[in-house]
């Protein structure tokens, strides 16, 4: 271990564009912070990326089926750590939500015309997505 690390520490987290028949995406609305977002949490110690986001998204949003697509990797500051992000594709999966501590509402959304209330980190992604824009490194 490096010294680096003790002053770095790095986060990784798994995020989800889940589609539905019609092309539309989930967004989520969490109890905790502002703005409808791709859901999405925490890799467990020693955890595979695709499976923390199937596992994640079925407590979360009840999402049954499917098959996680990897898209990219992004990073972003999270306070005084580094969070590292996996960004997956999931078609042919079924949601079955309810209310629950973390997520109070979902919605299934047009990616070339998100609802007003998106975070900005939610709307590029869409555009990287659709392909109306690049992949940035950084979420």
């Given at each position: 271990m490096t010294l680096r690390v003790?002053?770095?520490?790095?986060?990784?987290?798994?995020?989800?564009a889940v589609y539905d028949d019609q092309g539309r995406v989930l967004l989520v609305r969490q109890r905790y912070t502002a703005g409808w977002r791709l859901?999405?949490?925490g890799v467990g110690r020693g955890e595979a990326?695709?499976?923390?986001?199937?596992?994640?998204?079925?407590?979360e949003v009840g999402l049954v089926g499917g098959e996680?697509?990897?898209?990219a990797l992004y990073t972003r500051k999270a306070g005084w750590a580094t969070a590292v992000v996996a960004l997956y594709s999931i078609d042919g999966a079924?949601?079955?939500f309810k209310p629950n501590l973390e997520i109070r509402d979902v919605c299934f959304a047009d990616p070339f015309a998100p609802p007003d209330g998106c975070t900005?980190?939610?709307?590029?992604?869409?555009?990287?997505?659709?392909?109306a824009a690049p992949p940035s490194h950084h979420w």
């Amino acid at each position: 271990m490096t010294l680096r690390v003790l002053w770095a520490p790095t986060s990784f987290g798994v995020a989800a564009a889940v589609y539905d028949d019609q092309g539309r995406v989930l967004l989520v609305r969490q109890r905790y912070t502002a703005g409808w977002r791709l859901p999405g949490g925490g890799v467990g110690r020693g955890e595979a990326a695709q499976a923390a986001i199937l596992r994640e998204l079925a407590e979360e949003v009840g999402l049954v089926g499917g098959e996680a697509r990897f898209f990219a990797l992004y990073t972003r500051k999270a306070g005084w750590a580094t969070a590292v992000v996996a960004l997956y594709s999931i078609d042919g999966a079924a949601v079955n939500f309810k209310p629950n501590l973390e997520i109070r509402d979902v919605c299934f959304a047009d990616p070339f015309a998100p609802p007003d209330g998106c975070t900005p980190a939610t709307l590029r992604r869409l555009q990287e997505l659709t392909g109306a824009a690049p992949p940035s490194h950084h979420w």
